[in-house]
């Protein structure tokens, strides 16, 4: 069950809170009868056998899931990783016939989504909430302690559920527009860089697929032949070569959009259920009740 570890810890807690209103004596006979339970049944007293223990006793109905605040989060980042990642994808490829595309904006944009991947991560390791003011005005009710604890990677998770979609989409919409526009790419800057040290970065980038796709492999000719200046008014270039840029952009926004996203929501996922069960295990409710 996704997010169990979460939801044993939660519901432990709360009620480790219930029980300070209840009477020792009572809780000491309920606990007890838990223990002996376990000792004629042969097994280990552990956090779900006592919950269910408490359950059956007090016939309690289940409660709302903790959790169903940060699922509504999680899809609202995604719908707008979904959108953001279409219109990105839409503003990077805007081609009108006269101006090239730029690789080097396109190369300066994934560089910026690996930024933010790696602050998010960063921040949820760390704990930062610059983002709690946010919370607090949308969350319904006041987090639980074991809860807010947990805030820090929940919210890394819906980033980087958000970043995945936004890389899913802008990749789709690479390639819809491939097939049904004629694209033509080039590079350009302002910097005194030369064709052969563009060359060299542009291969370097290439590194991870030169092998699986080699017509994603810019070659010197094509860097060559396709750079372009702002105040080109016409070229002699094939115009075939300004379009075969497409396999180099779609690999770059596979490798170092989208799988690191993958890789970091697979980490935040994992993340929180491992720091849960820790919690549980260091949680006074539980040290007191073994």
């Not at 009710?141 to 980087?160: D, K, N, V």
């Not at 690999?251 to 919690?279: E, F, G, S, T």
Request: with cysteine; proline share 6%; aromatic share 10%.
């Amino acid at each position: 069950m996704p997010d169990s570890a979460i939801r044993r810890l939660l519901e432990f807690d709360n009620q480790v809170q219930r029980d300070r209103d209840q009477n020792p004596v009572f809780l000491h006979r309920r606990d007890r009868r838990f223990a002996l339970d376990c000792h004629n049944q042969g097994v280990s007293p552990g956090p779900d056998r006592w919950l269910e223990h408490v359950r059956r006793l007090s016939r309690r109905r289940p409660t709302d899931d903790p959790l169903k605040f940060w699922r509504r989060v999680t899809t609202g980042f995604a719908l707008a990783g979904l959108v953001a990642g279409t219109l990105a994808m839409l503003g990077l490829l805007f081609y009108d016939g006269g101006q090239r595309i730029n690789l080097t904006v396109i190369l300066a944009f994934v560089l910026l989504q690996c930024i933010l991947a790696v602050v998010t991560t960063v921040q949820a390791f760390a704990g930062w909430q610059p983002w709690r003011w946010l919370l607090r005005k949308f969350a319904v009710a006041r987090p639980s302690g074991a809860l807010r604890t947990l805030q820090p990677l929940l919210m890394a998770r819906a980033a980087h559920t958000g970043g995945l979609a936004f890389g899913v989409a802008g990749l789709i919409t690479l390639l819809v527009l491939v097939v049904i526009q004629d694209l033509a790419f080039g590079w350009s800057t302002t910097l005194n860089t030369g064709t052969d040290s563009y060359y060299r970065m542009l291969s370097a980038i290439a590194t991870p697929w030169q092998h699986l796709w080699p017509a994603a492999m810019p070659d010197r000719e094509l860097v060559d032949a396709t750079r372009f200046f702002r105040s080109q008014s016409s070229t002699t270039t094939d115009p075939a070569l300004w379009g075969s840029w497409w396999p180099f952009v779609a690999m770059v926004w596979m490798i170092y959009v989208v799988l690191p996203r993958l890789a970091l929501l697979v980490v935040a996922i994992v993340h929180p259920q491992m720091r849960a069960r820790k919690a549980l295990r260091a949680h006074h409710g539980w040290v007191a009740l073994q």
